[in-house]
């Protein structure tokens, strides 16, 4: 079974940028699809990116492309969401989970708050 922890949040004005990691323990990583899902204020929590299993195809829901970008490194057990030209509506918790997610896979989210 795979395990996940996110990090890389942090405080960060209009216009900058993070690089959000996720690491995953558990040998079947390589297997799963791979998304980041975005949690508002309003504790709504949306999908924001996936990856397919090789790294090949993404997609990005239209509030995100362009702007973000995300990876994985199967070798490392790796996935990674880097956020460029951040607005406030990007702030919240930003989670990793396989796509579609598993209720047993969230875990504790990182805080991205994006404010002047």
């Known amino acids: 079974q795979v395990q996940l922890v996110e990090s890389g949040g942090g405080l960060v004005q209009p216009g900058g940028s993070l690089r959000l990691s996720c690491a995953a323990s558990g040998s079947n990583f390589r297997y799963y699809y791979m998304a980041w899902y975005h949690q508002t204020p309003e504790k709504q929590r949306n999908l924001v990116a996936r990856i397919d299993t090789g790294g090949g195809s993404t997609i990005y829901s239209d509030s995100v492309k362009g702007r973000f970008t995300i990876s994985r490194d199967n070798a490392k057990n790796t996935v990674h969401l880097q956020m460029n030209s951040l607005k406030p509506e990007d702030t919240g918790v930003y989670f990793c989970?396989?796509?579609?997610?598993?209720?047993?896979?969230w875990g504790k989210g990182t805080l991205v708050t994006v404010s002047s």
């Open positions: 989970n396989i796509y579609p997610p598993s209720m047993d896979l």
